[in-house]
C-alpha cells in the first residue's frame, strides 16, 4: 500500500484590517471575506487556506511580511495556530492591553450591530492578572499511546483531542506544575481508561480541590495511590461517579473547604468544586464592586437578584440594600444561597426562589413586586442564552425600577437584550464596559447599566 499523501492547500495573500469576535483576523480576498488565524490588524500575511466556502474563506498564518506592533512572543510553550494547538488560549500573540481594547470593541460592535444601542459612557475595562488567573478548569484526559500515554488538558483547537499539555501558563502555578503527576497518578489506576476528566477548583486562599470523573468504582490499591497523590500536592480530592450533583469529598473535612470571599463585604460563601463559580477572583470581586456601585444603592432600597446562583452578588448587595430577593432556577442553589446568608448573617435580609427566568412575565413580575413591596433595583446575570424573557418584561410593565445592572458573558445577548430594554421599553444604556474575565481568550465579560426613562 502506498504511503497516505498528505494534502496540499492552496496559499493567498492577503492585508489584515480588523480582529472577528473569535480573535481572528479579518481580510478580503476577490469579494469574499477571509478568517485567518493567527493575524492580526494591519498586518500583510501569507495563510493556508484550510476552508473555503461561497462566501467566505477560513485560513491559517504561513507566513507574516508586515509585522503588527501590538503582535508579542507567545509566553505559552501549548500556544499555536492551526489544528493540533491548544485550544485554551487564541490571543497569546497579542499584547495583553490590546486584547481588552479588542474585547471592548466587540462589545461596542455588538450593541450597535444587534442592538442598535450606543451607551451614552464606555465603563474603564476591570483587568486583572493575565497569567495565572484561571481557579477553575475541567482538564480532559486520554490514554493516547502514540504520544506518550496518558495526557490531561485542554481539547486542541476545534477537535475532541486532547493537547499534550505539560504546564499552563493561565492556571495557578501550583495546578500547572501538577500536570505531570496527574498523568502519571491517571496512568498508574486500574480505572485509568474509565477516568475521562479532572476539574480543578482554587479559592482565594489557594485551597485547592480536584473532581475526578470515574466510571467505574476504584480499587483499593488505586485509593491509596490517590491519598498519597493529595497528601503530596496539598489536594482535596473529589469523586463524581455520575453528574455533578453526585460529586463528593474521600474525606469529609474538604466539604466547605472551598470560600468565595468578597472582602469588600465581608462575604464568605462555601462552594463546591463544581458549583458555577468565576473562574478569576480578583476579575469578580472587582467585578460584583462595580455592579452595587453602578446600582447606586441607599439603606432602604428593595433589589431583586435574576440568576443569583449562590449569592455572588445577592449578599454584598443585602450588605448594603434594604432587602434582596434572589431568583435561581436550580432549587439545589437556591438552598445553597440561602445557607450561605445565614452563615453570613444575612438571612433576615434576603429570600430566595426557585423560578424558571426564561419564561419570567409581567405577572410574575406584579406578584414579586407586591410580595417585596417595590422594587427599587434590578441585577441580571444571565447564562449565554441572555435574558430575553426578563427583558420583555421590563420593558413592558409601568412599575419600572429606576435602574438595571445586566452583567453579560455573551455580547451578542447583552445586546439584544438591552436592544428590547432600550427600543421597546424606553431604558437608556447609561454606560456599559468589559471585565477581562479570561484574558488570552475571546471570550468577553461584560456589564451595563440602564436607567428607566423615555427611548428614542
Not at 500573540?93 to 474585547?103: G, N, P, S, T
Not at 501550583?174 to 486500574?190: C, I
Not at 482535596?236 to 463528593?248: F, M
Not at 439584544?416 to 468577553?444: K, Q, S, Y
Amino acid at each position: 500500500m502506498s504511503p497516505r499523501k498528505e494534502k496540499i492547500r492552496p496559499v493567498f495573500e492577503a492585508h489584515v484590517d480588523k480582529l472577528d469576535a473569535e480573535g481572528r483576523g479579518v481580510a478580503r480576498r476577490e469579494g469574499k471575506v477571509v478568517f485567518i488565524e493567527g493575524a492580526l490588524p494591519e498586518e500583510d500575511v501569507l495563510y493556508e487556506q484550510i476552508r473555503n466556502k461561497p462566501n467566505y474563506e477560513v485560513g491559517v498564518v504561513k507566513e507574516i511580511h508586515t509585522v503588527s506592533p501590538l503582535r508579542v512572543e507567545p509566553a505559552c510553550p501549548n500556544f499555536g495556530i492551526g489544528p493540533g494547538s491548544c485550544g485554551g488560549c487564541v490571543m497569546q500573540h497579542l499584547d495583553a492591553r490590546a486584547q481588552v481594547d479588542f474585547k471592548q470593541t466587540v462589545l461596542t460592535d455588538a450593541l450597535w450591530h444587534i442592538g442598535k444601542v450606543t451607551p451614552e459612557s464606555i465603563l474603564e475595562p476591570i483587568v486583572g492578572e493575565f497569567w495565572g488567573y484561571r481557579h477553575r478548569a475541567r482538564l480532559t484526559v486520554r490514554n493516547v499511546p502514540k504520544k506518550g500515554g496518558v495526557l490531561v488538558g485542554f481539547h486542541e483547537k476545534s477537535s475532541s483531542y486532547v493537547a499534550d499539555m505539560k504546564e499552563c501558563l493561565i492556571l495557578p502555578k501550583h495546578v500547572s506544575d501538577m500536570l505531570p503527576a496527574m498523568r502519571e497518578l491517571v496512568a498508574s489506576l486500574t480505572i485509568a481508561a474509565r477516568l475521562p476528566q479532572i476539574e480543578v477548583a482554587v479559592d482565594g486562599e489557594g485551597h485547592t480541590a480536584l473532581v475526578l470523573r470515574i466510571l467505574e468504582p476504584l480499587a483499593a490499591d488505586d485509593v491509596q495511590k490517590i491519598e498519597a497523590f493529595a497528601q503530596a500536592h496539598a489536594v482535596d480530592i473529589w469523586l463524581q461517579p455520575k453528574g455533578p450533583d453526585s460529586a463528593y469529598p474521600m474525606h469529609e473535612e474538604a466539604r466547605d473547604r472551598l470560600q468565595l470571599k468578597l472582602e469588600a463585604f465581608d462575604v464568605s460563601i462555601s462552594f463546591k468544586p463544581t458549583d458555577f463559580t468565576q473562574v478569576n477572583h480578583r476579575v469578580n470581586r472587582e467585578m460584583v464592586s462595580r455592579a452595587v456601585k453602578l446600582l447606586e444603592l441607599e439603606p432602604s432600597h428593595k433589589v431583586a437578584d435574576f440568576f443569583c446562583g449562590l449569592g455572588n452578588f445577592t449578599l454584598p448587595l443585602a450588605r448594603c440594600a434594604g432587602f434582596v430577593t434572589g431568583l435561581e432556577g436550580s432549587d439545589a442553589l437556591v438552598e445553597r444561597a440561602r445557607a450561605g446568608a445565614k452563615a453570613n448573617g444575612l438571612a433576615d435580609k434576603t429570600d430566595f426562589v426557585a423560578r424558571n427566568l426564561f419564561t419570567w412575565n409581567t405577572e410574575d413580575w406584579d406578584a414579586l413586586w407586591e410580595k417585596m413591596g417595590s422594587i427599587d433595583r434590578v441585577l441580571i446575570d444571565p447564562p449565554r442564552e441572555g435574558a430575553m424573557a426578563l427583558a420583555q418584561t421590563l420593558a413592558k410593565i409601568d412599575k419600572k425600577p429606576a435602574r438595571v445592572v445586566y452583567v453579560s458573558c455573551n455580547p451578542a445577548t447583552l445586546a439584544r437584550d438591552c436592544a428590547i430594554l432600550h427600543h421597546e421599553g424606553g431604558w437608556r444604556v447609561r454606560a456599559a464596559g468589559v471585565m477581562n474575565m479570561f484574558p488570552h481568550t475571546a471570550h468577553v465579560e461584560s456589564i451595563a447599566v440602564l436607567e428607566s426613562g423615555s427611548g428614542d
